[in-house]
């Protein structure tokens, strides 16, 4: 079975910056469209942003200007740079990847904005 294993989720206060990371398996990141998903608690699972083979991305306009998204094709890792959070910014992060006839979850990342 696929496993995605995110990392670099925590705790930091509003204003501040925080680094996600995701591994994948060389033979689904090569085709995969990645993405970062997020669930606040009560709340659906949204897409964060994605970003495809060709490094053509895509943003959540709650996110733009403050998150880069980046996958390193070499080491097989897709990044999240968060900038500028923000409390409701609060939820699990989860590192996705759908390739047409896939489509794998990782367990997800826990960030917390709070003072």
């Known amino acids: 079975q696929v496993q995605l294993q995110e990392s670099g989720g925590g705790l930091v206060q509003p204003g501040g910056s925080l680094r996600l990371s995701c591994a994948a398996p060389?033979?689904?990141?090569?085709?995969?469209?990645m993405g970062w998903y997020r669930q606040a608690p009560g709340k659906q699972r949204e897409l964060v942003a994605s970003?495809?083979?060709?490094?053509?991305?895509n943003y959540a306009d709650f996110v733009k200007g403050r998150f880069t998204i980046s996958r390193d094709s070499a080491k097989n890792t897709l990044d999240l740079q968060m900038n500028s959070l923000q409390p409701e910014d609060t939820a699990v992060f989860y590192c996705?990847?759908?390739?047409?006839?896939?489509?794998?979850w990782g367990r997800g990342t826990q960030v917390t904005v709070s003072s």
């Open positions: 060389g033979n689904i990141f090569s085709i995969a469209v």
């Open positions: 996705n990847a759908n390739g047409g006839l896939f489509n794998v």
């Open positions: 970003i495809v083979r060709g490094g053509r991305t």
